[in-house]
T-cell receptor, first 117, second 110 residues
Framework: EAGVAQSPRYKIIEKRQSVAFWCNPISGHATLYWYQQILGQGPKLLIQFQNNGVVDDSQLPKDRFSAERLKGVDSTLKIQPAKLEDSAVYLC???????????????FGSGTRLTVV | GQNIDQPTEMTATEGAIVQINCTYQTSGFNGLFWYQQHAGEAPTFLSYNVLDGLEEKGRFSSFLSRSKGYSYLLLKELQMKDSASYLCAVRDGATNKLIFGTGTLLAVQP
C-alpha cells in the first residue's frame, strides 16, 4: 500500500513569514496526526483528527498554528507567523484505529524539515 | 503527569546484543510502542506491547512490565544498519495520545 505522503520535503523561511505543509494519509485510515520533532527530541503531538473532526489539539499553539482536514482525507498544517523556535521536522502519521483497539501501528510520513531563519 | 525516560545514547559492536530500556509514568496506559528512526527519515514501527511479557520479531524483541512501568527493546546480531534512534512511545489510556520519549541514539561499531 502507498505510505503517508507529505510535502514539501524541506522548507526555509524567514521569521514572521507563513508556511503550509500538506499530508495525504494512507487510504482508509480514519485517524491523522501532526507531530513536531525538534532536533534531538522525540515527536510531540500537535493535533489529532478522527475523520474530519479534531480529537485533540491541546498542544497546538493556536495563536500561530492551524490545521484542517477537509473531507476527512488530506490535511494541511499552517504556521503564521513563524518563529525561530518553530524550526523542526513536522511529521504526519495516520492509523486505521484511533482508539486503542486493534494495533496496526502508526504509519509516519517522511516529514517536512522546516528551518526558520 | 506524563514522563518517558530512555538513555540518550548507546554504543554497541556489530554482531552483539544490545538492550535499550524505557521507563514511563502516565496517567493511564493503553500500549507501548517502539519505533526506529534513521537520521532524516520517518519513524518506522518496530513493536507493540500491551500485556506483560516478551514479544519477539526476528532479531528484535520487546518486553513490558506494566507494574514496573518498564519496557526494553532487545536487538540481537547487531548490524551496521541498526545504527539509528530508537523511540519508546506510550499510548495514554485516558487520552489515547501517543507520547514519545526523547529517543536513544544507537551507534553500531565494527
Amino acid at each position: 500500500e502507498a505510505g503517508v505522503a507529505q510535502s514539501p520535503r524541506y522548507k526555509i523561511i524567514e521569521k514572521r513569514q507563513s508556511v503550509a505543509f500538506w499530508c495525504n494519509p494512507i487510504s482508509g485510515h480514519a485517524t491523522l496526526y501532526w507531530y513536531q520533532q525538534i532536533l534531538g527530541q522525540g515527536p510531540k503531538l500537535l493535533i489529532q483528527f478522527q475523520n474530519n473532526g479534531v480529537v485533540d489539539d491541546s498542544q497546538l499553539p493556536k495563536d500561530r498554528f492551524s490545521a484542517e482536514r477537509l473531507k476527512g482525507v488530506d490535511s494541511t498544517l499552517k504556521i503564521q507567523p513563524a518563529k525561530l523556535e518553530d524550526s523542526a521536522v513536522y511529521l504526519c502519521a495516520s492509523s486505521l484505529d484511533g482508539f486503542g483497539t486493534l494495533v496496526s501501528g502508526y504509519t509516519f510520513g517522511s516529514g517536512t524539515r522546516l528551518t526558520v531563519v | 503527569g506524563q514522563n518517558i525516560d530512555q538513555p540518550t545514547e548507546m554504543t554497541a559492536t556489530e554482531g552483539a546484543i544490545v538492550q535499550i530500556n524505557c521507563t514511563y509514568q502516565t496517567s493511564g496506559f493503553n500500549g507501548l510502542f517502539w519505533y526506529q528512526q534513521h537520521a532524516g527519515e520517518a519513524p518506522t514501527f518496530l513493536s507493540y506491547n500491551v500485556l506483560d511479557g516478551l514479544e519477539e520479531k526476528g532479531r528484535f524483541s520487546s518486553f513490558l512490565s506494566r507494574s514496573k512501568g518498564y519496557s526494553y527493546l532487545l536487538l540481537k546480531e547487531l548490524q551496521m544498519k541498526d545504527s539509528a534512534s530508537y523511540l519508546c512511545a506510550v499510548r495514554d489510556g485516558a487520552t489515547n495520545k501517543l507520547i514519545f520519549g526523547t529517543g536513544t541514539l544507537l551507534a553500531v561499531q565494527p
